[in-house]
């Protein structure tokens, strides 16, 4: 029988942090991109494809299109994710790489601004990650990347940083990267393992239409796994459109993977937690209906504030609540970052509106 659950007031008044004798409590290793945002008038059609039924943005061929609106900022999983750690209270390093050029300035800039370590390094030859959000007319959007130089973070250069400590860390964030950079999560992951760190692991369906023996040697390393319906789904071998596949089958086939804790999300439909012990139990937390804006960041905003809260020690509905608290503050502005809760802000707001978590044993 499903219970319901309510934000304990205790866990908001107990202070936000405690601090500990460790460089970093997490370390996002990700991209860092400048990201361009772009309003249009366009059309949104439906259509199936070989793996499942997708929404797309339509543009007439050989016309010109006028944008309504242009936004230049910064995003990349490893800088939205650090952003939000850091505003929560926890002290925080980015780990990537970048081109020694104007976007890369920009970022460095912004995030010394956040209180954010930068710990990777910048390439000579080579361009920093650069991506044109197109916004549609239901605020869903599609992101053109050009991932450049975040595909070549290279573990040898990483060795000297490793020697001087400064990957001393309780927590690894690890979002989507491939070529060159996925081996070197493979190989700090290895690391983590030998030196005690715990690992988030977030792989967008670049990954995990890869399946789950390509991820195996992160996978088998990781503490806490974070996936929408639909990669979730492609990570287990399933088409995405195969409504048969129920959440409570999903989870407790990634748990056999390695990880203790797998969070799913799903748009509208809310999002899913489960828990590995003794009692197993599946968490479901229902979004409000707010007015959206633009998703972009939504996603690395939910994420990044569960994973905070476990990091401070917060019980599962705790998390949930600050990770929907502040996912609906991003989507309600343009920008993955722009609107991201500080502690206090985050904590006020989770008193302001009660959300709805339901816990259940599977």
Same mark, same amino acid.
């Given at each position: 029988?499903?219970?319901?659950?309510?934000?304990?007031?205790?866990?908001?008044?107990?202070?936000?942090?405690?601090?500990?004798?460790?460089?970093?409590?997490?370390?996002?290793?990700?991209?860092?991109?400048?990201?361009?945002?772009?309003?249009?008038?366009?059309?949104?059609?439906?259509?199936?494809?070989?793996?499942?039924?997708?929404?797309?943005?339509?543009?007439?061929?050989?016309?010109?299109?006028?944008? *309504?609106?242009?936004?230049?900022?910064?995003?990349?999983?490893?800088?939205?994710?650090?952003?939000?750690?850091?505003?929560?209270?926890?002290?925080?390093?980015?780990?990537?790489?970048?081109?020694?050029?104007?976007?890369?300035?920009?970022?460095?800039?912004?995030?010394?601004?956040?209180?954010?370590?930068?710990?990777?390094?910048?390439?000579?030859?080579?361009?920093?990650?650069?991506?044109?959000?197109?916004?549609?007319?239901?605020?869903?959007?599609?992101?053109?990347?050009?991932?450049?130089?975040?595909?070549?973070?290279?573990?040898?250069?990483?060795?000297?940083?490793?020697?001087?400590?400064?990957?001393?860390?309780?927590?690894?964030?690890?979002?989507?990267?491939?070529?060159?950079?996925?081996?070197?999560?493979?190989?700090?992951? *290895?690391?983590?393992?030998?030196?005690?760190?715990?690992?988030?692991?977030?792989?967008?369906?670049?990954?995990?239409?890869?399946?789950? *023996?390509?991820?195996?040697?992160?996978?088998?390393?990781?503490?806490?796994?974070?996936?929408?319906?639909?990669?979730?789904?492609?990570?287990l071998g399933y088409k995405c459109e195969d409504k048969s596949i129920k959440v409570e089958r999903l989870v407790k086939e990634l748990n056999t993977l390695g990880p203790n804790i797998i969070l799913i999300t799903d748009g509208k439909n809310g999002s899913y937690c489960f828990v590995d012990g003794k009692k197993n139990h599946l968490y479901h937390i229902k979004p409000r209906g707010v007015k959206i804006m633009e998703t972009t960041g939504a996603g690395d905003a939910f994420t990044a504030s569960f994973i905070a809260g476990l990091i401070k020690g917060k019980p599962i509905e705790f998390?949930?609540?600050?990770?929907?608290?502040?996912?609906?503050?991003?989507?309600?502005?343009?920008?993955?970052?722009?609107?991201?809760?500080?502690?206090?802000?985050?904590?006020?707001?989770?008193?302001?509106?009660?959300?709805?978590?339901?816990?259940?044993?599977?």
């Open positions: 029988m499903p219970q319901l659950l309510f934000l304990n007031q205790k866990h908001l008044n107990t202070p936000s942090h405690r601090k500990v004798n460790m460089s970093y409590d997490i370390i996002t290793i990700g991209s860092a991109t400048v990201d361009v945002f772009v309003k249009t008038d366009n059309q949104l059609i439906r259509m199936k494809t070989k793996s499942c039924e997708e929404d797309l943005i339509a543009y007439p061929c050989g016309k010109k299109v006028l944008i *309504e609106q242009l936004d230049f900022m910064t995003g990349g999983g490893a800088t939205n994710t650090g952003v939000c750690f850091s505003r929560l209270g926890l002290k925080t390093a980015c780990l990537g790489v970048i081109g020694k050029d104007d976007n890369g300035k920009h970022i460095l800039s912004e995030l010394k601004k956040e209180k954010i370590a930068f710990i990777g390094y910048e390439e000579k030859k080579g361009m920093t990650a650069y991506s044109v959000i197109l916004d549609s007319i239901e605020h869903h959007r599609t992101i053109l990347t050009y991932k450049a130089l975040s595909n070549q973070l290279k573990f040898s250069k990483l060795n000297n940083k490793i020697k001087k400590g400064k990957l001393k860390t309780k927590w690894f964030y690890f979002c989507t990267m491939l070529g060159e950079s996925f081996k070197t999560l493979e190989k700090l992951a *290895e690391y983590a393992e030998k030196n005690k760190i715990k690992i988030a692991f977030n792989p967008t369906n670049y990954l995990a239409k890869e399946g789950f *023996e390509k991820l195996s040697k992160i996978l088998d390393r990781t503490s806490a796994l974070v996936l929408n319906m639909e990669e979730a789904k492609l990570l998390c949930l609540f600050l990770a929907q608290a502040n996912a609906e503050s991003v989507i309600q502005s343009y920008g993955a970052k722009n609107i991201l809760l500080k502690w206090p802000q985050a904590l006020k707001e989770m008193k302001k509106f009660k959300h709805k978590v339901t816990r259940m044993k599977i």
